[in-house]
């Protein structure tokens, strides 16, 4: 209904009346003035005069249902679009949404998270409406074994449209970040739900870091982390780049389902900048330097060490420095 009312008004440079939006919505004029009332909470600056109605002066950047979805390409990413202005993590939220059974392709975004989630539990610094904090619910038909290539599948797709939309020149260290001249702009956390042979569901989350000036990051992570804005030195709008991400995220999802693994793989070798050169490997136990040789179809690492014995890396316990 809301959105219905936005469409009108957008559709619409001039005034609309009280009446037209009534009728058209088959609603009350108290309906839709309570309507109008949430959309203007929303960051909608619209203008309200007696005896001409309602006009709409200037839509937020923000990454609202009612702006992604007009002008969004996909044909089932971000069709769902649930966005709550504050959320613990956008992957529990949409973990839940799962369990309950969403479509595949339900997208839930947020201005910030309180608690969100990176690698092994690290936490996730997700300043209110600076950057694109999503996640993606898919059911893809894969073995469960094969679900590690999810993460590579986000990270292609996060690069690309990175790359293509605002020219910034991003790359991917393994597993499952996105870096811009070794700082980290956007990190990636897939979340699988699975029986022994088959995939229930599997949530991407992305934490991408758009309009975050350099000194608004955490001193702890200031030099390591960085953004669209502090690469590019232009405020980036977050709208026409976050239906860029899902057109993006959609089209190597359904290359990966359509073709395998070699094309998204051929890809991400392109893009990564932890291959085919010295790299230091923390684990909870030790630390250790070795080369890194490839990747896997698993998506491991293989890492080859001092002796010359290949270690075969999984995402979920190490951390890897370029040395
Ligand atoms: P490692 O770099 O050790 O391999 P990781 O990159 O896999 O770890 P993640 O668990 O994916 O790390 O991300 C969490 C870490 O990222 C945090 O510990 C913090 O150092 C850093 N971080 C947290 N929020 C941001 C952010 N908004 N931008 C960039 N880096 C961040």
């Given at each position: 209904m809301k959105i219905r009312i936005l469409e009108i008004l957008k559709s619409t440079p001039d005034w609309v009346s009280g009446e037209t939006l009534r009728r058209a919505m088959g609603v009350s004029r108290t309906a839709v003035w309570k309507h109008i009332r949430t959309l203007r909470e929303e960051g909608y600056n619209i203008e309200a005069r007696p005896n001409l109605g309602y006009r709409l002066l200037q839509a937020p950047d923000a990454p609202l249902p009612g702006e992604v979805i007009t002008g969004l390409s996909t044909a089932?990413?971000?069709?769902r679009l649930e966005y709550v202005p504050?959320?613990?993590?956008t992957n529990e939220l949409a973990t839940r949404l799962a369990r309950d059974?969403?479509?595949?392709g339900t997208v839930v975004v947020t201005e910030?998270?309180?608690?969100g989630k990176g690698r092994l539990g690290r936490a996730w610094f997700s300043p209110r409406d600076k950057g694109l904090w999503f996640t993606v619910v898919l059911r893809p038909p894969v073995n469960p074994a094969e679900t590690p290539q999810l993460t590579m599948v986000a990270a292609v797709a996060v690069a690309t449209a990175v790359r293509d939309h605002t020219g910034v020149p991003a790359d991917i260290k393994w597993p499952n970040d996105i870096l811009v001249r070794e700082r980290k702009l956007c990190g990636i956390l897939v979340e699988l739900n699975a029986e022994m042979d088959r995939v229930n569901f599997m949530v991407a989350g992305m934490g991408l870091n758009v309009?975050?000036?350099?000194?608004?990051?955490?001193p702890e992570i200031r030099s390591a982390a960085t953004s669209l804005l502090a690469e590019s030195g232009e405020y980036i709008p977050r709208v026409p780049l976050f239906r860029a991400l899902l057109k993006s995220f959609e089209d190597w999802y359904c290359l990966w389902l359509d073709q395998g693994f070699a094309p998204i793989l051929r890809r991400w070798r392109e893009l990564?900048?932890?291959?085919d050169c010295p790299v230091t490997v923390h684990t909870l136990r030790e630390s250790y330097s070795g080369y890194a040789v490839d990747v896997d179809d698993t998506g491991a690492l293989l890492v080859r060490t001092a002796s010359g014995r290949i270690e075969r890396l999984l995402a979920g316990e190490v951390s890897l420095r370029k040395s």
């Open positions: 089932f990413i971000g069709r504050e959320l613990s993590s059974g969403c479509p595949a910030t998270q309180t608690g309009n975050v000036a350099r000194r608004e990051f955490p990564c900048i932890t291959l």
